[in-house]
């Protein structure tokens, strides 16, 4: 496994398009993270999974925002309707939930999904 | 509502010396830190974390500093060396609770030759 994957790397969008981001976790994580990050800015929490079920969604995820996780592997971030304001670096993190043993409660990033809205 | 801050935005620092990056917590309910640090291009990876239990963590150069009641932490990192020029990123989280972890805003450090 070579850790946590995203697709695409970048994508330059029209206002008002839908966009879609693909994570694909380290294989043996049951827990999968969204965040975004801006310039300037730290990572901002957007929802997360735990296998298939979404625990819990920031107040920061419009209604123009779904993620899922369909089969508890990889998870898929949409955004419709895009605007200049959700121009951003999409991050992805997986983790083992803390009721594991030795779990230090670290979260393995991928690399990011950047996204430009024209 | 920032729970969690970085107050500088960057430290230079000069080869061989300590780097000393602070972060403040303003959730008394954090009982888990964590710091990453992020390279250009890359996504943040994990350095070194602290439960609220203990009050320093030690891993090779890098060393964690929790101050509970002043709601403080501290990464030392001693020598500094040219690649340890990166944002840094502290991070807290309540565990067993929503088990989300926050994040600073970050700090860049410069190791200067």
């Known amino acids: 496994d070579t850790g946590v994957s995203q697709n695409p790397r970048h994508k330059i969008t029209k206002r008002g398009q839908n966009v879609t981001f693909r994570c694909d976790p380290i294989?043996?994580?049951?827990?999968l993270y969204w965040y975004r990050q801006t310039l300037g800015q730290g990572p901002e929490f957007l929802t997360y999974?735990?296998?298939?079920?979404?625990?819990?969604k920031s107040r920061l995820l419009s209604d123009r925002f779904s993620a899922e996780r369909p089969k508890g592997s990889f998870s898929t971030l949409e955004i419709q309707r895009t605007e200049q304001g959700d121009s951003a670096m999409y991050l992805c993190?997986?983790?083992?939930?803390?009721?594991?043993?030795?779990?230090?409660?670290?979260?393995?990033f991928g690399e990011g999904s950047r996204l430009t809205v024209l | 509502d920032q729970q969690v801050k970085q107050n500088s935005p960057s430290l230079s620092v000069q080869e061989g010396r300590i780097s000393i990056l602070n972060c403040d917590y303003t959730?008394?309910?954090?009982?888990?830190f964590l710091w990453y640090k992020k390279y250009p291009a890359e996504g943040p990876t994990f350095l070194i974390s602290?439960?609220?239990?203990?009050d320093k963590n030690e891993d090779g150069r890098f060393t964690v500093f929790l101050n509970k009641s002043a709601k403080h932490l501290s990464l030392h990192i001693v020598p500094s060396q040219p690649g340890d020029s990166a944002v840094y990123f502290c991070?807290?989280?309540?565990?067993?609770?929503?088990?989300?972890?926050?994040f600073g805003k970050g700090t860049r450090l410069h190791i200067l030759p």
């Open positions: 991070a807290a989280s309540v565990v067993g609770r929503d088990d989300k972890i926050i």
């Open positions: 959730n008394s309910m954090f009982d888990y």
């Open positions: 602290i439960s609220s239990i203990k």
């Open positions: 999974f735990q296998n298939e079920a979404q625990l819990e």
């Open positions: 294989s043996e994580h049951n827990r």
């Open positions: 993190a997986s983790s083992f939930d803390w009721g594991r043993v030795g779990n230090t409660g670290e979260l393995f």
